[in-house]
């Protein structure tokens, strides 16, 4: 598997710490159109993905 940046993305870790600084709500729109996140979420197992997208309130893929 491939090693992704996302995963210790430090914008998204402010996103988790804190999702209504100006950091991590930049992250969170900026993955809307991120070929990295898209590369990275696709990586993922159904499942995972699924965990994702209620975290992260993300419907894009």
């Known amino acids: ?5 996302c ?3 430090p914008m998204r870790a ?4 804190d999702n209504k600084s100006f950091i991590g709500r930049f992250w969170r729109w900026h993955i809307n159109f991120c ?6 979420f696709n990586s993922l ?3 995972e993905q699924e965990k ?9 893929y």
């Open 7 to 9: 995963v210790s993305c």
């Open 45 to 47: 197992t159904p499942e």
């Open 1 to 5: 598997m491939k090693n992704y940046k």
């Open 14 to 17: 402010k996103y988790d710490s």
């Open 35 to 40: 070929p990295g996140w898209k590369a990275y």
């Open 52 to 60: 994702l997208r209620i975290k992260y309130n993300f419907t894009k």
